[in-house]
C-alpha cells in the first residue's frame, strides 16, 4: 500500500501560472574583500514559503539587503514584481530584520500608527488582535520592554502588513520554544497565494515542515533550489540532515 | 511621504527640545522676578543664593540648548539613518533625498526655534515698560526706512536672510556629509567624519577665497565688471538717497552671491551624502 | 491526536497517512464535513501547499470529495472506508508479521502467542 502512497501526488497547479514575485538575473555583489554574491539566478512564485539557507558568509544576508534595496548590486539584475529596488518596491515587501530595529521612544501604539501612515498594506486591526493575544499593551514604550517581546512586536508589525514578498531574517533565532511555535504558525496562518514568504535561517530543521521550496547558498553561488518533499524523495533525508551533510565543516 | 517623514522627525526630536524650551522660559520668568527690583533683593541670604542659583540653571539650560541643537541633529541622521533604525527607516517607500530633507529641515528649524526662544527668553528678562516703546519705535523706523528707500531696504533684509539660513542648510549638510562619508570606513567612523568635515571646509575656503578674489579683480578698475561697479558706486548727479540705494543694492548683491556660493556647497554635499547612502550603504 | 512526522520521507506522504488515519479511527465521520487547508496547515505546523496536496491525494483517492461552495467532505461510502481501513491494517499486520519474524517466530507461533494474549485480557 505504502507504494501506492509513494507515487508522487500531482503539484497543484495554481502558482506555476502566475508571475514571479522575485526575479535576479546574473546577480553579483562584489565587496573589495571579498565576492559576496556571485552571478546569481533565481526566480520566485507567488504563494510560496522559501526558505534561505547556506552558513555564515554564504551570501544570505548580502540578497535580503540587495532585494530590500540596502544594497545595490555590482552587476546583474534584481526585480521585485518587474520593478527594481526603490521605493515602489519597498511599499510592497515586508522586512524582518534579525535585529532590533524599531525606535525605542514609541509606544506600540505609535509604532501601530507609523506602520499604517507609511505602509498603505497595513491592517492595524489583525496587528491589535495579535499584540493582545501575546498580552502587550499598547501604551507600553519599546525601552521599557524585554529583548524577546521587542521581536514580537517588529514581527507582528511585519506580518500584519499585505506585502507580496516578505523577507524573514533569522526570526526564530534565539527564541524559546513557545514563541517559535507562535511564529512558525503566524507565518503559517498569514499565508497567501498572492503573496511569497522567505525565510533565511540555519535553524532549518525547526522550520523545514513549513517550507514548500529552499534555496542553498554556499560562498555566493546558488547550489540548489529544489523542494522540501522532491529533496525527502530523492535524497532519502530531511533538508536539515542534507544540509549538515553538504556543508559539514 | 516627505510630510510623513517630517511629522515623524518632529515627533522624535521634539521630546527633548520643548521641555527644554519651557523651562528656559520658567527660568527666564525666575530672573525677571529676582532681579526686577532695581536695587536688588538681595538684602537676604537665602534669596542671594536662589539668585544666584537660577542664574546659574538659566547658563546652563542656555549652553545646553546650543549643545542638544546640535547634538541632536547629528544624532538623528546618526541614528535613524546609519544605525540600528536604518534598518526600519531606509526600507520604507520612500526615498533617500526624502530622508535628507526631512532630517535637513527639521534640524534647521530647531536650529532657528532655539535662537527664537533664546531672544524670546532675553526679552522676557528684560521686559519693563521701556520695552514696549523700544519696539514699536523698532517697527516705525522699519517702516521709514521702506518709504524712503523702497524696496531696496527689504531686499538687503532678504539677502542676509538668505546668507543666514544657506550658511545655516550647508553646516548641517555639511555634518551628514561627513557622517555618512565617516559610515564608509565602519573601524574608524569619527575620525573619517571629522576628516570629511575638515576637508570640506578647506575646499570651500579655497574656492572662496578664488571666487572673492576674482569677483574683487573682476569689479577693480580694468575688471570686466568695472564699468557696472563704477556706474553703481558713482556718486556724482544723483541725490543721497539714489546714492545710498545703490549702496544698498550692491549689499544685496554681494551677499546674494555669498548665498549662492552656500547653495551650491549644499547641493555639493547633499549630493555626496545621497550617493553615500543610496550606493555605498553599510548598515552594521 | 499528535501530528507526528519522521525526517526521511515526504512530508505530504505523512500527511496523507496521518489524514487517513484519522478518518479510520472516525475523527472525521463519514459524509462529516472537513476542516479546510488553512486550519489543518495550521494544526499540523506544516505549510499549506503541501496539506492541499496531501488533500487533493486523498480527494483522487476517493476518500474525501469536496463541493465548490460548500467545502470538503469526506465520503459517505462507508465500504471506501472500510476499504481503507482494510489496506491499513494489512499494512500493520505485514509490518507485525515480519517483525515477529525477526524476532524467529513462525506464523503458527504468532497466531497461538496472539490467542494466549487475548485470553490473558478478558
Redesign the interface.
Known amino acids: 500500500m505504502n507504494e501506492q502512497l509513494e507515487q508522487t501526488a500531482p503539484i497543484p497547479q495554481v502558482q506555476g501560472e502566475h508571475a514571479p514575485i522575485l526575479v535576479c538575473e546574473h546577480l553579483s555583489k562584489f565587496y573589495p574583500q571579498c565576492l559576496a554574491l556571485n552571478d546569481l539566478s533565481l526566480s520566485l512564485q507567488p504563494g510560496r514559503i522559501v526558505g534561505l539557507l547556506g552558513p555564515n558568509g554564504s551570501g544570505k544576508t548580502t540578497l535580503i539587503k540587495l532585494i530590500n534595496g540596502l544594497l545595490t548590486p555590482t552587476s546583474g539584475q534584481i526585480t521585485i514584481s518587474g520593478m527594481k529596488p526603490g521605493p515602489q518596491t519597498k511599499a510592497i515587501v515586508s522586512y524582518l530584520p534579525d535585529r532590533n530595529s524599531l525606535p525605542e521612544w514609541m509606544t506600540t501604539e505609535e509604532l501601530l500608527h507609523f506602520f499604517a501612515d507609511f505602509y498603505a498594506d497595513f491592517d492595524i486591526g489583525k496587528a491589535r488582535e495579535m499584540l493582545q493575544h501575546l498580552h502587550i499593551t499598547e501604551k507600553m514604550r519599546l525601552k521599557t520592554m524585554s529583548k524577546g517581546t521587542k521581536e514580537k512586536v517588529q514581527l507582528i508589525l511585519t506580518m500584519s502588513r499585505a506585502a507580496k514578498l516578505y523577507l524573514l531574517d533569522e526570526p526564530i533565532g534565539g527564541v524559546d520554544p513557545a514563541a517559535r511555535d507562535y511564529i512558525l504558525e503566524t507565518i503559517i496562518s498569514n499565508y497567501s497565494k498572492d503573496a511569497c514568504v522567505i525565510i533565511s535561517t540555519h535553524l532549518i530543521a525547526d522550520i523545514e515542515k513549513i517550507l514548500d521550496e529552499v534555496l542553498f547558498l554556499n560562498s555566493g553561488v546558488l547550489v540548489m533550489q529544489s523542494s522540501v518533499d522532491d529533496i525527502r524523495e530523492k535524497e532519502g533525508k530531511s533538508v536539515d540532515a542534507l544540509f549538515r551533510e553538504v556543508f559539514r565543516c | ?1 516627505l510630510r ?1 517623514l517630517l ?2 522627525e518632529l ?2 526630536t521634539s ?1 527633548t527640545f520643548l521641555p527644554m524650551y519651557g523651562l528656559l522660559f520658567l527660568f527666564s520668568i525666575a530672573m525677571l522676578i529676582m532681579f526686577k527690583n532695581p536695587s536688588g533683593t538681595f538684602g537676604t541670604t537665602p534669596m542671594a543664593i536662589i539668585g544666584f542659583l537660577i542664574g546659574i540653571g538659566y547658563t546652563v539650560l542656555v549652553t545646553a540648548i546650543f549643545v542638544m541643537t546640535i547634538v541632536i541633529s547629528i544624532q538623528r541622521f546618526n541614528r ?1 539613518l546609519l544605525g ?5 527607516s ?6 533617500i533625498a526624502q530622508h535628507i530633507w526631512a532630517k535637513l529641515l527639521v534640524s534647521c528649524l530647531w536650529v532657528i526655534l532655539s535662537c527664537v526662544a533664546l531672544v524670546i527668553s532675553v526679552m522676557i528678562m528684560a521686559a519693563n515698560d521701556n520695552m514696549m516703546r523700544v519696539l514699536s519705535s523698532i517697527f516705525s523706523s522699519m517702516g521709514k526706512a521702506t518709504q524712503m528707500y523702497g524696496g531696496s531696504v527689504w531686499a538687503m533684509g532678504f539677502s542676509i536672510l538668505a546668507v543666514i539660513v544657506t550658511a545655516l542648510l550647508q553646516c548641517i549638510l555639511g555634518v551628514y556629509m561627513a557622517i555618512a562619508v565617516g559610515s564608509l570606513c565602519p573601524k574608524h567612523r569619527v575620525l573619517t567624519g571629522i576628516g570629511a568635515y575638515t576637508l570640506g571646509g578647506i575646499v570651500q575656503g579655497t574656492v572662496g577665497y578664488f571666487f572673492f578674489r576674482g569677483f574683487d579683480r573682476a569689479t577693480s578698475a580694468d575688471g570686466i565688471l568695472a564699468g557696472w561697479f563704477q556706474t553703481l558706486s558713482a556718486s556724482d548727479n544723483i541725490s543721497q538717497v539714489e546714492f545710498d540705494i545703490r549702496q544698498m543694492h550692491m549689499f544685496s548683491i554681494s551677499l546674494g552671491s555669498i548665498a549662492i556660493f552656500f547653495l551650491v556647497f549644499c547641493a555639493i554635499f547633499f549630493v555626496i551624502t545621497h550617493q553615500i547612502l ?2 555605498h ?1 553599510n ?1 552594521q | 491526536m499528535v501530528w507526528k512526522f519522521t525526517e526521511d520521507r515526504p512530508i505530504y506522504t505523512q500527511l496523507v497517512e496521518q489524514l487517513q488515519l484519522r478518518i479510520a479511527m472516525g475523527q472525521y465521520p463519514p459524509g462529516g464535513k472537513f476542516p479546510s487547508v488553512r486550519e489543518l496547515a495550521s494544526e499540523a505546523a506544516v505549510n499549506p501547499n503541501t496539506m492541499q496536496r496531501a488533500l487533493t491525494q486523498l480527494e483522487s483517492s476517493g476518500l474525501l470529495y469536496s463541493e465548490r461552495t460548500a467545502g470538503r467532505f469526506v465520503t459517505k461510502e462507508a465500504d471506501r472506508i472500510m476499504q481503507m481501513k482494510k489496506e491499513m491494517a494489512q499494512h500493520l499486520m505485514t509490518e507485525f508479521l515480519r517483525g515477529m519474524k525477526e524476532l524467529g517466530f513462525t506464523k503458527e507461533q504468532t497466531i497461538r502467542l496472539l490467542q494466549q494474549m487475548e485470553e490473558e485480557s478478558i
Open positions: 511621504m510623513k511629522k515623524y515627533k522624535a521630546r535613524n540600528h533604525e536604518g534598518y526600519l531606509l526600507t520604507l517607500p520612500t526615498t543610496k550606493n550603504l548598515l
